[in-house]
């Protein structure tokens, strides 16, 4: 964050923690909407109420960093709520594979969105940097996963992972402003 005016280095963390906390809660609604249409039934289900709890512990650290620093959240919560729900319900009722390609294209952009956030903080943020790479590590882990479980062959994977990777790249450009 060099070559910053004094200011902008805080409005640029506050963006990552608002954006963040965001895609956190998306996450975690999007494994709810799974879990919903695909209960208890499944080897899938049970890996994805894993990654739900990981995400949930995410979601509390931002929500935690949000309260702390006084970062305004995103306005955008409400549609997150029922979108993410939405996309997961929809690929959990497509099939199990469905639902992990649908993880892997989120763990895609989140793995990207964490390591440019990375470079970006540098040194300037000891505690979110921290925090940042670990959840960063978990979300790969949540890919690889997903992978090992069939996510590939799920129908139409390039178009579906395409569609759920865009509006990845939507969501976190509109969370960092509005």
Known sequence: MSGWKPGDAKRATDSMIRVDQAGEYGATRIYAGQLAVM?????????????????????????RMIAERGVRPTLLQPFWNVA???????????????????????ETEIDKHYADQLIELGDSDPVLSA?????????????????AAGAETAI???LLSAVIRLGCRVAIATAKRI
């Open 131 to 147: 925090a940042v790479a670990d959840f960063q590590a978990e979300e790969v882990e949540h890919k690889e996963a997903a992978l």
């Open 156 to 158: 139409a994977y390039p």
């Open 84 to 106: 993410g729900f939405a996309l997961g319900a929809v690929t959990a009722a497509i099939g199990p594979a469905a639902a992990m390609a649908c993880t892997v294209a989120v």
């Open 39 to 63: 209960g208890d039934r499944s080897p899938a289900a049970r890996a994805i109420a894993g990654m739900a709890n990981q995400e949930e512990r995410h979601r509390a650290f931002f929500d």
